[in-house]
């Protein structure tokens, strides 16, 4: 842990420029949350919104969802298997589609996960105080060890995937999944939200989710103030 200041400004490294395909990431970060195991109201939010989806989509045609398409498309642009690496939204998706129950692990978590459903953009939540230094999205070196939350072993990353991370770790691989090292617990009380873009999604779209994650969280974990905001573009477009 340090004594990170909750406002931030993610960087872009000059190798990001490299990608075929342009994608962002808007953020905040937000300070006194007062984390709970679980919440009913977003729980009972959760449920209606999952009796919904149960009732539109299935996993024969999720494929066909634009929301989930575009992330896809976007994954094979940079060499991603999405079959084998999803897009973080559309794994929560399928896994209420195949279970019917929504993933409880805590409210600030879940608070996320709704957001990501409703809107159907990925949306990562990290904890500020297990973040070590200055925030920057680059592309991963070979061999380099990353340790996603809910995995028993750690990967090893190829050459040239998006990621976000500090000094020592990799956050995030982007869009799809997050680190356990920076991961939210009972005891986390300041946060780094991001929600995930890519080329072929609106702006507006993704700011909106983030927008109703903040209002969720002032609400629900009583979140004092939002410290910092922005938006960070990498990437080619096509």
């Known amino acids: 842990m340090n004594s990170m200041k909750p406002s931030v400004d993610i960087a872009v490294d000059e190798s990001t420029k490299s990608l075929r395909a342009l994608a962002f990431i808007t953020y905040f970060t937000a300070i006194g949350l007062q984390n709970t195991e679980i919440h009913p109201v977003i729980y009972g939010e959760a449920v209606r919104l999952i009796s919904k989806y149960m009732s539109l989509l299935d996993l024969s045609n999720l494929s066909e969802n634009y929301m989930v398409k575009i992330y896809r498309k976007y994954l094979w642009r940079i060499g991603i298997d999405?079959?084998?690496?999803?897009?973080?939204?559309?794994?929560?998706?399928?896994?209420?589609?195949?279970?019917?129950?929504?993933?409880?692990?805590?409210?600030?978590?879940?608070?996320?996960?709704?957001?990501?459903?409703?809107?159907?953009?990925?949306?990562?939540?990290?904890?500020?105080?297990?973040?070590?230094?200055?925030?920057?999205?680059?592309?991963?070196?070979?061999?380099?060890?990353f340790n996603p939350i809910g995995a028993s072993t750690a990967l090893s990353l190829p050459q040239g995937k998006p990621v976000l991370a500090d000094h020592e770790k990799i956050i995030h691989l982007f869009p799809c999944r997050d680190s356990a090292a920076t991961s939210v617990d009972l005891k986390t009380t300041e946060i780094l939200a991001i929600a995930a873009g890519v080329e072929g999604v609106p702006v507006t779209t993704v700011k909106g989710a983030l927008k109703e994650l903040e209002s969720v969280l002032t609400k629900y974990t009583y979140a004092k103030e939002v410290v910092s905001r922005g938006t960070v573009y990498f990437g080619q477009t096509s």
């Open 82 to 145: 999405p079959t084998k690496q999803r897009p973080s939204h559309e794994a929560i998706l399928r896994r209420i589609l195949k279970s019917r129950t929504f993933p409880q692990i805590n409210a600030i978590v879940d608070a996320g996960n709704l957001v990501s459903l409703k809107h159907l953009v990925p949306i990562g939540i990290y904890d500020l105080k297990k973040i070590s230094s200055e925030i920057v999205i680059r592309l991963s070196i070979s061999g380099e060890i």
